[in-house]
C-alpha cells in the first residue's frame, strides 16, 4: 500500500491505488477520506502537545521541591541543615508512593470525564494506575501532590522526628488531599465548579490552581501539626519550661539559600498556575494560560512590595529607625503568589495587584499573631499558605470577571461580588460557596491529621529528643557532628560545646544500658520509663524527651550539671564516672560485687 502521502493513502484504500485500473474513488469518497486521515492527524498532534505541555508544566512544579529545600535549609541553624534536607526528599518520595498507590485513585478514579461523571464523596478506580490511559496527567496532579505535603516540612523544622515526617507524607498524598482534590476540582466533587449538573448553588468552588486545595490544605496540616508538637525548646520557654518576656529569635544560617529557594518557586508557580489549563491546544486555552502568568506575576510582586513596606514604615514608626527586611519581603512575594492562584484565571490583572497588597497585609498581621500566641512556625509556612490560601480562595468570590468566568467555566451567571454589584444584583451565591470551600478543606483536616498526629505523639515517633533538639539533629539522623564543638569561638560555640559533650556522655550512657539488657543485668529500664512518662505528661522542661528524667540541664565550667528525680544535683561526669565504674566491675573477673541498680 502506498505511503507516500495522503492522497496515495485514501486511493490504495478506496480501492484504485495509483494504477489506474479504472475503479477511482469518485471525489467525494476521496475528499471524505482525506478529511478524515486530516482529522485524526490533527488530533493526534494536539494529543502530543498537550501531553508534551503537561509534562513540562509537571517538571516546573516539580521543580519547587527544589524551592522548598533551599528555604527550608536556609531558615534553619546550621546543625540542622542534613537532616532538614533530608527531610524534603522524603516528603517527595513518600507523597510519590502513596498518591501511585490509592491517592490518585481516590482523587480522579473514573471522574475526569465530565459527561459521566457521578456524585461521589472519592474516586473508585484506578488504583496503582489500572487502566489510567494518560499518564501525564498523573505526573502533573502528583507534583501538586508533593508540593502540598512539603509545605508542612518547613514548620516542623528543627524538631521533627524522621519517622513523623515520612508517615504523614504517607498519610496525606494517599487519602487526606485526593479527598479534597476529588470534592472541589473532580467532576464527581459535590463542591466541584466542573460538575455537570445542579453545582452548589449553581456555580461551586472556583479554584483554578489550588489556593484551597493545595496551600490551604498544607497549612492547615502545618497549623495543626505545630499545635501538637510544640515550639523549638527556647524559642518562647526557658530551659525549666518558664515563659520568656520576649520570644528568642532562631534566625536561619543563609539568607542567600532562602532567596534561591524563592526564585525557583516563583519559577515553578508559572508551571502551578499556567499549567492548570491541562490542555494548551483546545479553544483558546492558550490565552487562559498567559493571562494566568501574568496575573501570577502581579500577584507576587504586589505581595513583596506591600509586605517590605509596610513592615519598614512600621518599624520607623516604633523604634525610630528605617529597616528593610529581606525575609518579610521574600514571604510576602510568596504570600502574594499563594493568594492569586485560586483566581489567577478569572481575575482581571489589576484584581490581581489588590489581591497581592492584601495577602501582604495579611502575612504580617498573621505572622506577629502566631508569635503571640507561641505558635512556633520555622519558616511562616502558616501565614504563607494556610492563611493566604483563604484569603485566595475568598477572593474568587470577590473579583472573578464574567467574561474570563464563561471562557474558562462556561458561565458567568454567578460572578464576583463586585461585579454583581456593577449588574445592580447583590448575588453572592460565588462568595458562599468560596466560603463553604475553605471551611470543608479546614473542617476535613481537622478531623484527619489532628488524631494522626496525636497519635504519633502519644507513641513518641513526633517530637525528637530534646537534647538531640539543642545540639541539632543532624548529629543523630545523618551522623554530621559538626566542628562547631571542636572549633569553639565565642560564648555561644562553648555553651555548644557543652551540650554537645553531654550528648555524646548520654549516648555512650544509653549503650551502656543496652549492653546491660543484653546480658540480662539489673533494673536497666527505669529512665526508658522516665521517658515515655515526660513525652505523655508534655513538659516543656529539657528533660521531656531524655532517657535520663532530668528536670533541670544547663551548663557550667565542669559540665552539665542536673537534677535527678529525687532534686540531688549531678553532673555527667558523675554519671559517666559511674558508668566507668561498672563497666570496670563488669571486666574484672575477681570482682564479685553486684552492679548497680542504675547509672542514672
Not at 521541591?65 to 517527595?92: E, H, P, W, Y
Amino acid at each position: 500500500m502506498p505511503t507516500g502521502n495522503t492522497y496515495q493513502t485514501c486511493m490504495a484504500e478506496l480501492g484504485d491505488g495509483g494504477e489506474g485500473n479504472g475503479t477511482s474513488p469518485s471525489t467525494e469518497e476521496l475528499l471524505l477520506c482525506i478529511s478524515s486521515k486530516y482529522d485524526n492527524a490533527s488530533s493526534s498532534t494536539d494529543n502530543s502537545i498537550d501531553t508534551l505541555f503537561l509534562i513540562y508544566a509537571a517538571s516546573i512544579v516539580f521543580f519547587m521541591q527544589a524551592g522548598f529545600a533551599m528555604i527550608s535549609a536556609g531558615c534553619v541553624r546550621l546543625n540542622n541543615v542534613q537532616n532538614t534536607l533530608l527531610k524534603n526528599l522524603l516528603d517527595a518520595c513518600g507523597a510519590s508512593l502513596g498518591f501511585y498507590s490509592i491517592g490518585y485513585a481516590f482523587a480522579w478514579g473514573g471522574s475526569t470525564d465530565p459527561a459521566t461523571a457521578t456524585t461521589t464523596f472519592i474516586g473508585t478506580q484506578n488504583f496503582f494506575l489500572v487502566g489510567v490511559e494518560d499518564e501525564s496527567f498523573w505526573l502533573f496532579q502528583f507534583a501538586f501532590c508533593a508540593t502540598s505535603a512539603t509545605i508542612v516540612a518547613g514548620a516542623l523544622a528543627e524538631r521533627c522526628q524522621m519517622t513523623a515526617y515520612l508517615a504523614y507524607s504517607l498519610v496525606l498524598a494517599a487519602f487526606v488531599y485526593p479527598v479534597v482534590v476529588h470534592s472541589i476540582w473532580s467532576p464527581s466533587g459535590f463542591l466541584s465548579a466542573t460538575k455537570p449538573e445542579d453545582p452548589l448553588f449553581g456555580v461551586g468552588v472556583v479554584d483554578f490552581a489550588g489556593s484551597s486545595v493545595v496551600h490551604l490544605t498544607g497549612g492547615a496540616t502545618a497549623l495543626i501539626a505545630t499545635l501538637i508538637l510544640g515550639p523549638r525548646t527556647g524559642r518562647f520557654y526557658d530551659l525549666r519550661g518558664k515563659p520568656l518576656e520576649k520570644a528568642k529569635d532562631f534566625p536561619g544560617h543563609s539568607l542567600s539559600l532562602q532567596m534561591l529557594g524563592v526564585f525557583i518557586l516563583w519559577f515553578g508557580w508559572y508551571g502551578f498556575n499556567a499549567g492548570s489549563t491541562i490542555s494548551i491546544t483546545t479553544g483558546e486555552n492558550y490565552l487562559i494560560a498567559s493571562h494566568a502568568a501574568i496575573c501570577t506575576t502581579l500577584g507576587g510582586a504586589a505581595g513583596a512590595i506591600m509586605t517590605l513596606f509596610l513592615h519598614t514604615i512600621v518599624e520607623e514608626r516604633l523604634t525610630g529607625e528605617v529597616k528593610f527586611n529581606l525575609q518579610y519581603a521574600m514571604n510576602g512575594c510568596l504570600s502574594g503568589l499563594v493568594s492569586v492562584t485560586a483566581g489567577c484565571a478569572v481575575i482581571e490583572s489589576w484584581a490581581s495587584v489588590v489581591i497581592g497588597l492584601v495577602s501582604g497585609l495579611l502575612y504580617l498581621v498573621s505572622s506577629k499573631f502566631l508569635v503571640k500566641r507561641r505558635i512556633d512556625d520555622a519558616v511562616d509556612a502558616i501565614p504563607v499558605h494556610m492563611v493566604n490560601g483563604i484569603w485566595g480562595c475568598l477572593s474568587v468570590g470577590f473579583f472573578a470577571e464574567p467574561a474570563l468566568m464563561e471562557h474558562v467555566y462556561g458561565s458567568s451567571e454567578h460572578v464576583g461580588w463586585f461585579y454583581s454589584w456593577g449588574r445592580g444584583s447583590i448575588d453572592g451565591r460565588l462568595l458562599a460557596c468560596q466560603l463553604i470551600g475553605c471551611l470543608f478543606v479546614c473542617g476535613w483536616i481537622t478531623i484527619t491529621m489532628a488524631p494522626f498526629f496525636w497519635f504519633l505523639h502519644y507513641l513518641g515517633y513526633l517530637r525528637a529528643d530534646t537534647l538531640e533538639e539543642v545540639v541539632g539533629l543532624d548529629v543523630e539522623y545523618t551522623g554530621g557532628l559538626m566542628d562547631m564543638h571542636i572549633q569553639s569561638q565565642n560564648e555561644a560555640e562553648a555553651k555548644m560545646e557543652d551540650y554537645v559533650s553531654e550528648y555524646l556522655k548520654r549516648r555512650d550512657e544509653r549503650m551502656y544500658i543496652k549492653k546491660q539488657y543484653n546480658t540480662g543485668a539489673g533494673n536497666i529500664f527505669s529512665g526508658s520509663l522516665n521517658r515515655q512518662q515526660a513525652r505523655r505528661s508534655g513538659g516543656d522542661d529539657l528533660h521531656a524527651h531524655s532517657v535520663h528524667g532530668m528536670s533541670v540541664l544547663r551548663p557550667n565550667s565542669q559540665g552539665i550539671e542536673a537534677l535527678d528525680l529525687n532534686g540531688r544535683r549531678t553532673s555527667s561526669s558523675e554519671r559517666l564516672s559511674a558508668m566507668n565504674r561498672s563497666n570496670s566491675n563488669e571486666t574484672d573477673p575477681n570482682n564479685v560485687q553486684s552492679q548497680p541498680e542504675s547509672v542514672l
